[in-house]
T-cell receptor, first 116, second 111 residues
Framework: DVKVTQSSRYLVKRTGEKVFLECVQD?????MFWYRQDPGLGLRLIYF???????EKGDIPEGYSVSREKKERFSLILESASTNQTSMYLC???????????????FGSGTQLSVL | QKEVEQDPGPLSVPEGAIVSLNCTYS??????FMWYRQYSRKGPELLMY??SSGNKEDGRFTAQVDKSSKYISLFIRDSQPSDSATYLC???????????WGAGTKLIIKP
C-alpha cells in the first residue's frame, strides 16, 4: 500500500522559531509537493520538487524554503514562523518525472501547525 | 474572484439520496478535471479524473464536465454514511503541472 508519511500530526510553535516539517514517501515517486490548506481557500501550492535537489516555487513560497536531499524525503522549512503561517500543511507525491503531466497525487495525513 | 468556486456547504442529505456536488471555473483553458475526497484528519485522495468534456462513471460516482458552461459536477448515487467527507475539485491546463483547487464542499450523509 502506497504511503506518504508526515512526521507530526500537530505542532505548536512560537513566532520567530525555525520550523521543520518532514515528509517521506515509500513509492519511489519523482515528484513531491508541499501544500497548505486553509478554510475557504482550498489547497495552495508552496513548493514542489521533481528530482533530488531540484525545487520549484509554487503560488505562495514567501516565508518558506524546502530541501530534498534524498528522493524519498521532502522537507518544508519555515525560516521564521509567523502567526499567518498557522495552517494545515499537506505533503503529496506523484509518480511522473515529467512536470507537465498530471499524475495522481498521493497525500499524507497533514500537519496542523499553530504559531503563537 | 477565485478561479475555481465551490460551495463550502455543509450539504446534509439522508442515506440513499442522490448527491450533486459542483464547481464553477473561469479559465476556459482548463482541460483536466479531478475530484478528490478528504475524510476528517486525512489527506485528500483521488476519486475521479476526467479529461476535457463529457461524463465518466465509476461505480456509484459520476463525474460530468460542461466546458461550455465552465461547470463540473460529481454525482453520488445511493449515498452512504461512509461518503461523508469533504469533496475537493481540482483542475489544470494541459501544459501546466499546477492544479487549481476549489475550497471543498463538506458532505454529510445522515443514516
Amino acid at each position: 500500500d502506497v504511503k506518504v508519511t508526515q512526521s507530526s500530526r500537530y505542532l505548536v510553535k512560537r513566532t520567530g522559531e525555525k520550523v521543520f516539517l518532514e515528509c517521506v514517501q515509500d513509492m519511489d515517486h519523482e515528484n513531491m509537493f508541499w501544500y497548505r490548506q486553509d478554510p475557504g481557500l482550498g489547497l495552495r501550492l508552496i513548493y514542489f520538487s521533481y528530482d533530488v535537489k531540484m525545487k520549484e516555487k509554487g503560488d505562495i513560497p514567501e516565508g518558506y524554503s524546502v530541501s530534498r536531499e534524498k528522493k524519498e524525503r521532502f522537507s518544508l522549512i519555515l525560516e521564521s514562523a509567523s502567526t499567518n503561517q498557522t495552517s494545515m500543511y499537506l505533503c503529496a507525491s506523484s509518480l511522473s518525472s515529467a512536470i507537465t503531466t498530471n499524475e495522481k497525487l498521493f497525500f499524507g495525513s497533514g500537519t496542523q501547525l499553530s504559531v503563537l | 474572484q477565485k478561479e475555481v468556486e465551490q460551495d463550502p456547504g455543509p450539504l446534509s442529505v439522508p442515506e440513499g439520496a442522490i448527491v450533486s456536488l459542483n464547481c464553477t471555473y473561469s479559465n476556459s483553458a482548463f482541460q483536466y478535471f479531478m475530484w478528490y475526497r478528504q475524510y476528517s484528519r486525512k489527506g485528500p485522495e483521488l476519486l475521479m479524473y476526467t479529461y476535457s468534456s463529457g461524463n465518466k462513471e465509476d461505480g456509484r460516482f459520476t463525474a460530468q464536465v460542461d466546458k461550455s458552461s465552465k461547470y463540473i459536477s460529481l454525482f453520488i448515487r445511493d449515498s452512504q454514511p461512509s461518503d461523508s467527507a469533504t469533496y475537493l475539485c481540482a483542475m489544470s491546463v494541459q501544459s501546466n503541472y499546477q492544479l487549481i483547487w476549489g475550497a471543498g464542499t463538506k458532505l454529510i450523509i445522515k443514516p
